[in-house]
């Protein structure tokens, strides 16, 4: 990276108010050493005069209001290198502002929803409370959170319903808190459609701050609902195990008719595109539709599958 | 495209004291407007409060002796220019609820595996929630999830652009909320300022992106009095590269669970300091500085690099366990236990600001308050501004509520309107965007108001941000007439009031014929504390800077020495 004298970025530019259609506009700044993508931004606006749209205030991973996606990775731009050549793209999964500012109304809206404020079990006892480094520890690792909102921009789930990572890393916070006594599994289920998430592991990839969404924050709050027996947040994962068995392979139109039911409706115009591009054969989906896909030993796999279940029992 | 909006309290600020300002006028059952020029709990100041001062006391006894060595301590702190009723009450409050507070908010104050809080060792100064580095970023989360549970009405980046009055009242303000290109006129009964410190004005500086001063200049616009304002304080071990990286702090504070600090070397690879050599003082910014200077006289480290901070003596478990820091080390492979961290000074804190009551937080100028740290009480620090914005909330909840509205004058909200409606232009084509005329002004800043300063230097920094005023301002314009995220047209209002800022910065400067603290003038190199242990007061008097002065009251703590050379003094 050091041998190159300059960073071309080329970058997304839109203003909904005045603008007919996006675009891309490429700026050259000279590279120093150690150089981030902020950086480059800066340089743009503050050497050649161009006025782009982007949010930051603090540069060192504190306040989370830089997102963008980089070459279809999402960064915080205060964070990452600049590479020599770069598309700058606004975080995706959000409203545009303006060329690379989202919308961060919409979190907030879905993290409130979900009432992520400490309700204590028992009334605070005053300083210093019993608490060990042990019992916080879970819940430690979300206080990292700075709320970028890179999960949620990755997440296939994140839609109308589902709160998306970045609230409910919000909600994990109390919920894994050992003081805490609200009604967080609830919410999770039945406010944050917890069970919407496909477990697909990109918020835990896009995580600046090193925090296990998937693992530590949502599975969290599942073996909470799980515990209290509030619903099934697993209704994914066992579509997409019985097809298994069933199959011995994953047709992905039986496993969008599964798991979505009747609102697979919603994704006719989506599927018809793809049957005239030639994305989707016909033969497919009809197959896919009438359960035909079979594997030729799915025997052996069933056999497999029910040792396992056996042993888990 | 304008709209008017009336709330009790107007609270301009969206950090420790802003925030903490609109919560308990809220809970007292005021209506409050809260304007943040950035996101609330994600701009300004507070989130970079990484440690907290500690204080543990098992007995009354305890807690007096506790109480008196933070006064002593505060008196250095804030090179005895601080208001010492005020700090004896912060104080109080800070040993006696502050904590309590936290915990109440869900703060997790560090522990370890069996409860007890993670202090230094052995002095037990400092605690961390839960993070060193992220304390206050951790609290402003919290506070903004209660801002927003209680459906306060709260409009972010939205900048004040100017107070209104009624009869020498302020009664409101006029706002630009450039996120959707809209003007606000906004009546109160009530105003506080809580805009934090006014240091990004130079080109190293810790401020965030927004940082432009605006609360000293819509104070001292309104006719309020500025004090101090020349006492700027320094950070030493900042990082110099990369730039965005330029406001990560390399702690000379005790790490937590050991008695080490971070050291510093110069260009020769000689270590010129520790925090340790001033066991008795946690915090040692202002002798860190002091011993910088003597490092960059001697042409082995410059105020913009070549010394370099170690946490090569760290244990690495410590390192990796309980600092934000220690990622940008890994980052940019280097390794904590071997490789140093290049540094350069930035501007940090004020000691000085809007003059200010510290019983009720009230300026000179009625209906107007300022809170936290653009106020001239104390140096920041996260319990004082709490504390301020709680004060203010109870006092305006006693003495304004029944205040009748008052409607501001007509002809001055029109005139700020009409200002503001003017910047919103792209001509001319060829011209300066407003964010390249304030990278100039911080330029001039840099050069001319640093940390050295001479009557010399300083005059030339005038004359140079009378050339920005003539040149830069007649050929600025903005990007875009997009009306959605303009920062350009929130930059052009900041020109205007960073070119105010910085000329009474200087006029102040050339004021004070001494050195104290963190002001050090090459001409007048003695702490003077029988001339000079008086604060600076300015303010606007038929439309010139008129400056005097006015003894400090020295109540519970007074310097050792009248007159002492600067170097040999720890304040």
Redo the contacts between chains.
Sequence with gaps: MTDNEFVRAKIFRFAPDIDDAPRYETFEVSHEPNMRVLDVLERIIHEQGQSLAYRWFCGVKKCGACGVQVNGRPVLACWEPAEPEMVIEPLPNHQIVRDLVVDRQDFDARTMSLDPLLKRKEPYPGFPEPLTATEMAPAAEMMDCIECLLCTSMCPAYGEKFAGPAALVQLAKTALDPRDGGPRAGTAYEVGHIAECVSCYECTQACPTDIRVLEHAIDGLRRQIVAQDIGDVAHHHHVYRDLTVRQGLVSPVTLMLRSKGWRVLSELPHAIVLVIRGRLLLKGLIDGLLNRNRMRNVEELDVIARALQEDQT | MVQHVRADVLVIGGGGAGARAALEAHDLGLDVLLVVK??LG???CS??AGSLDFFSSESDEQNEEAIHKTMEFLGKYTHYLGDQEYLLKSTHFHHEEF??WL????L????????A??TDIPHKTQAWA??MG?SG??LM?ALR??V??RKIRLLEETSVTALLQKDGRVVGAVALDF?H?EIYVIQAKAVVLATGHSNHLSKRSTG???GAANGWVLAYNAGAQLQNIEMQWYHVSDVR????????HLYPNPLPGTQDRAQLFNSNGEMFFDGNMYPENPVPYITQLKHLLRQVQEGKARFDGGYFTSYRHVDPEIMDKWL?QT??FH??GLDPARDLFENGITWHMNVGGVRANGDTMETDVPGLYAAGSVAALITGGLPNVVYDGMIVARHINEHVRSQPWLEPDSVQAEAEVKRLTDLFTTEPVNG??P??VK?QIRDVMWEHMGFLKSEQGMQQGLASLQRIREESLADMR???????????WVDAVDVQDMLDACELIIRFSLFRKESRGGFYREDYPVTDNVNWLQHVIGSRENGELKLSTKPVELLYVKPAHEIADYFEVDY
């Design positions: 950035g996101l994600k701009s300004g989130i970079f904590w309590a915990e109440k908010l869900g997790y104050i560090l522990r370890d595996e069996r409860g809080i993670v839960p993070k992220m970023a951790t989360n999830k209660e927003l549970h996120l290109g965030t992106r927004e590269k990369p730039d965005a990286w330029m406001r990560l934000h990622q940008f980052k940019l300066r965007l964010a390249q990278g903005l990007g875009t007439i997009s009306r959605r995220y303009n920062a350009d």
